[in-house]
Every structure is written in structure tokens, then in C-alpha cells.
């Protein structure tokens, strides 16, 4: 069937309410390799947002295959009251990731789809501190299901789906380039982090009863390094100030890892470079590779034991599923055997500099900035600051839609686009890319960018 055909039939049968449609036209594919995704009409893109960082380790990994294939022929599907050995061994592996970093012993939870893994998350939050109420930042994601929903900030999505009485309360994140309070870095002390401190200075600022010192806000959900928010790396000591004021207050620490986990950051879990422990901690996306909708939650063993969190607190019919725990196991295995924690900074700084070289010729990329592999480059007018939404979309899309020439035959590109302005750039190629697919990237930007901007004059 031609692709025009299946497009009248997706237009009449498909739901538009998924993101399909934020693509005009909508965007086929139909193969993957490497760090290469191929359309229909067999035009080869290079991929740097790897199903929005799902796919660390690259496509048609045979690694990956093969445990897939394995768990195929033996025990594919298995009604989630009954158990795998890879299931356990999955829990033990990542708990024993927390033993390494915090020495703190807990439990994992599965669920599908990092959504429904907050969601789970919000379930422990309940049971353990009598409520749902919690804080979390401007600019978060967590996902878009009710649960989800309420604690991410964009009120686009949840504007249409009628009241959510356990909205969030949304703090400012230490976004320094466009810093919420106009301080600059240098001299700041972090200002950010005193007036999440004012907060709790007396009952008037509406969060704490003091005769009990209880805060009405019992956990604070953060994303070390804020995903769709526009891959925005926080000051190293901004985490620390901030956990003193959860202590002080009983206000849990959940963590969500979904996008920046499995090394995304050149850190297991990206809540490691910032000096404090998560009390819970979800995630999903890379754990399989992005080839089995698998997520979890892992929390501290007070918060997760039997007796807090019984059997039957939550279920799905998909929950650690054979295939995906299966491949858990592959994606523990497969790290074992890279170093990602020495190579995955490396890259990232030279994709960085890379991209500096390339600001230093377009005034339009006002911020260059990153933590590992998740780098970011803020699209702005010629000031450098003023947000330039439509310039970033129409590089993406003259980005996909222009073949450049390499040293590899011709190539486009894929991006993603974050940020509080849609205006960000979020860099998250696999972390198996090498300095040449680098410079090849770097090479198709640059050419896109010129392009574009010359159409625009
Ligand atoms: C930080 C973060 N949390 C939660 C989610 C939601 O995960 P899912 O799309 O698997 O439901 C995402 C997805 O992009 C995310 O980046």
C-alpha cells in the first residue's frame, strides 16, 4: 500500500492525541540501525533523541536481540502473580545500584511506561505520609497520565480533563540561564534554594503548620536534570540546600530518573552527582533499551516494605513482563561491559565544544550546556536571549527534510525540541556514538542552521 493511502486511512482511524499530529505531515519510518533511523522511502536520518532516550544503547543491538529472541522461545508472557527469575534478579540488580551509591538497602516495583511507574510512586507517597500532595518544579515532566498529569507543570496538559485537586505546588528550578529570579550564578548563593527555605519560615507562607513542623507538601518530585524542561543541569550544590529543607520537614525525596538514568548523564542515575540520597526513586525508558515498556519505582525498605506497601497495593497485567525484565537483565549485562562513566563525559564534552565553536559563528544559540550525553542548545533572536520558538522548529523540520552530504553518504537529522519556550534543543544521542558521528552531527547543524537562517533573511 503506498504511504498517500495509509495516510487517508491514519487520518480517519488513528486517535490524533498522541503527538503523531504534531508532526504536519506526519513522519513514517520504517527500519533502524546503529544510531540511524530510515523512512520509507529509504532516506537515512541520524538520530539524536534516540525515542527520547530510550534507545542509549542504539538500534538492532544484538545484544539486546538476542536476550529478546531467548525469552521469545522460552516464556514470553506470564501472568504478573506469578514470577521470572529474571524479575527478581532485575530487583536485585537495581536495588543493589542504590546499595552502591547511598548504601541504602531497598525494594523495586514494576509497572509499564514511566507514568504509570509516578503514578505507582504517588500510590508509596500516600501510604506512607497520608498524602498525595506534593511539590514539585516549573518546567517538570512526568508524565501524562491523571496521576502524572497533576504533578507536571505545563498546564496544557491538563487544562481540558476537568479539576485536579492534587495539583502540584510548583517551585522555581535553579534554570541559571534564565534565572526566575534575575540573579546571575557568580554571586547569586544561591538565592533559589533560600526562598524554597522562606517558604517554611512561618504559617503564612502557607505550607507548614509549625506547632507540629508539618508541611503540608510531603514529598518533592524532582528531575535531577530537567528532561522536556530543556536538559537543564542545575548547580552542583543546589540539591544538597534543598534536601537540608526536606529533612528539617519529614518531605520525602522522589527522584524521577526516566529520561536521565542508565548513564544518560555519564551516571547511573543522574541524582548521583548532586551529593543526596532519593527517598524513591522511578524509572523506565532505557532500562530495556527502549525495546519493552517496562518501568519501575525503587524506594528506602522503611517507605516499600510488605507491611507499608502489601500485595496487591498496585498491578498491572503487564508488570514486569518476561520480555522486559529479561531485558533488564540484558541492559545490567550489557553495562557491565562499558565503561560509560568515563566515556559517556568525554563525548558529551566534545559535543559540547563542538557546539560552542559553532555558537561562537550564530548568535541564535544563546546557551550550550550539558551533563554527559544530555546536551542542550537554546535557539534565540540575535541577542542571545530572547526565546526563538520558531527558529528551532524550522531547523527540526529543515533538519529532517534536507539531506547534507558526508563522509557516510547523505544524512539527516533528528531532533528533539524542549524546553519552558519550545525553543531547546535536547541532544540525546546514544551513548555508544563515537567522535566522528560527532563531527558528522556537528557538520549537518551547522549547514541546517546557515540554511535555514539564510531562507528566514
Ligand atoms: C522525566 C520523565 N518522567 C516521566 C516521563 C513519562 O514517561 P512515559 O512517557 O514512559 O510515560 C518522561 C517521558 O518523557 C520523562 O522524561
Known amino acids: ?45 541520524l538520530d539524536f533523541q534516540m525515542v527520547y532516550s530510550a534507545a542509549n544503547f542504539g538500534y538492532q543491538n544484538g545484544h539486546f536481540e538476542q536476550a529478546l529472541t531467548d525469552q521469545l522461545r522460552t516464556l514470553p508472557q506470564l501472568a504478573s502473580e506469578y514470577v521470572t527469575r529474571e524479575k527478581i534478579l532485575l530487583s536485585q540488580a537495581i536495588a543493589q545500584t542504590a546499595i552502591a551509591a547511598w548504601s541504602t538497602k531497598g525494594r523495586v516495583h514494576f509497572n ?13 507517597v500516600a501510604v506512607n505520609r497520608g498524602s498525595r500532595r506534593v511539590f514539585a518544579f516549573e518546567g517538570s515532566y512526568h508524565g501524562r497520565t491523571i496521576g502524572a498529569s497533576a504533578i507536571t507543570s505545563s498546564f496544557r496538559y491538563r487544562s481540558r480533563f476537568g479539576a485536579f485537586g492534587e495539583r502540584a505546588h510548583f517551585i522555581p528550578f535553579p534554570y541559571c540561564f534564565r534565572c526566575p529570579y534575575g540573579k546571575q550564578r557568580s554571586d547569586c548563593e544561591l538565592y533559589c534554594a533560600k526562598q524554597v527555605r522562606r517558604l517554611f519560615e512561618s504559617e503564612y507562607q ?40 526536606l529533612d528539617e520537614f519529614n518531605i520525602l525525596l522522589a527522584v524521577d530518573e526516566i529520561q536521565m538514568g542508565f548513564f544518560r548523564t555519564g551516571r547511573f542515575w543522574a541524582i548521583e552527582h548532586f551529593g543526596v540520597a532519593p527517598d524513591i526513586l522511578v524509572f523506565g525508558k532505557s532500562l530495556t533499551n527502549g525495546l519493552n515498556p517496562l518501568s519501575g519505582m525503587w524506594a528506602r525498605e522503611e517507605l516499600i516494605a510488605p507491611e507499608r506497601f502489601p500485595p496487591g497495593s498496585t498491578h498491572s497485567t503487564f508488570g514486569a513482563n518476561p520480555l522486559g525484565v529479561r531485558l533488564g537483565c540484558a541492559t545490567f549485562d550489557w553495562l557491565a561491559g562499558h565503561d560509560y562513566a ?48 520558531d527558529l528551532a522548529h524550522r531547523v527540526k523540520e529543515a533538519a529532517m527534510d534536507t539531506p547534507v552530504d558526508t563522509d557516510v ?28 558521528v560527532i563531527d558528522c552531527f556537528l557538520c549537518i547543524f551547522e549547514k541546517v542552521l546557515a540554511e535555514t537562517k539564510r531562507k528566514t533573511v
Open 1 to 45: 500500500m503506498a504511504d498517500h493511502d495509509l495516510r487517508f486511512i491514519e487520518e480517519q482511524f488513528c486517535s490524533w492525541g498522541d503527538t503523531v499530529h504534531y508532526n504536519q505531515p506526519i513522519r513514517q519510518f520504517s527500519r533502524c540501525d546503529q544510531f540511524y533511523l530510515f523512512d520509507t522511502a529509504g532516506n537515512r536520518y
Open 342 to 389: 568515563t566515556t559517556v563525559p568525554s563525548l558529551g564534552a566534545y559535543l559540547v565544544e563542538g557546539l560552542k565553536d559553532v555558537q561562537a559563528r550564530h548568535p541564535e544559540i544563546g546557551d550550550v550546556n550539558g551533563l554527559g550525553l544530555a546536551v542542550r542548545v537554546e535557539m534565540c533572536y540575535a541577542d542571545k536571549y530572547t526565546p526563538n520558538r
Open 206 to 245: 502557607s505550607i507548614v503548620d509549625q506547632r507540629d513542623n508539618c508541611s503540608e507538601f510531603v514529598a518533592f518530585y524532582v528531575e535531577p536534570v530537567q528532561g522536556t524542561g530543556g536538559y537543564i543541569v542545575p548547580p552542583f550544590d543546589y540539591f544538597r540546600e534543598l534536601k537540608k529543607v
Open 112 to 124: 509499564v511506561g514511566g507514568s504509570q511507574a509516578i503514578d505507582d510512586s504517588l500510590k508509596l
Open 409 to 436: 553518504g547523505p544524512l539527516r537529522l533528528i531532533l528533539d525540541i524542549g524546553g519552558y519556550h519550545k525553543n531547546v534543543f535536547t541532544l540525546s544521542p546514544s551513548l555508544d556514538i563515537n567522535r566522528g
